[in-house]
């Protein structure tokens, strides 16, 4: 959080003439402040930008996460706080080492966004959960998407605060696109 005795950078461009806007994701409000009813002050707008078009909370409201919870693997997808869709394992991931895996057949063909499809979890080659997911984000996440081992950002699920670590070793994570 930026403290309000210091100048932003949007009081520091204006005050040498220049016009200031944030476009993208803002993680320098609060959570307990980023509610449509405010305060504002700690909003880009407050801290002396003249325009902003993004999220506050960084991502907060567009995000996939894959953890443990209880002992169990859990996929949460989370599109724009309006729809959320969370596959839990039907049984617990051993102890001991275990390959997981989260599998996603896409509803839609070559050039159709934002359709929906199937999430599928995986423990040791073992289908576990499967659920259908209603829509996609017909684009791409931000920078803040992609965190190993723990989420460092704002939280895809309420059922968890950030940074939810991971107490074990990730010996290996793949990502294959097809």
Do not use: C
């Not at 969370?86 to 049984?91: A, K, N, R």
């Amino acid at each position: 959080m930026i403290p309000k005795t210091t100048a932003s950078v949007a009081a520091t461009l204006k005050g040498n003439g220049y016009a200031t806007s944030w476009f993208g994701k803002n993680h320098n409000t609060p959570d307990w402040e980023s509610s449509v009813a405010g305060p504002f002050d700690r909003w880009p707008t407050g801290m002396g930008f003249e325009y902003f078009y993004g999220f506050i909370g960084g991502e907060t409201h567009q995000y996939y996460s894959l953890y443990v919870k209880d002992g169990k693997l859990v996929y949460h997808f989370n599109w724009f706080d309006e729809t959320r869709t969370v596959i839990t394992s039907s049984e617990p991931v051993p102890a001991g080492n275990s390959t997981v895996r989260f599998d996603f057949a896409y509803d839609g063909g070559s050039g159709e966004l934002g359709k929906g499809g199937t999430g599928t979890l995986f423990i040791n080659g073992k289908k576990v959960g499967e659920a259908h997911i209603e829509k996609t984000v017909p684009g791409r996440f931000g920078i803040d998407t992609f965190g190993i081992g723990m989420d460092t950002g704002s939280p895809v699920s309420n059922t968890y605060k950030p940074p939810f670590a991971f107490t074990g070793t990730i010996h290996e994570v793949r990502v294959e696109l097809k």
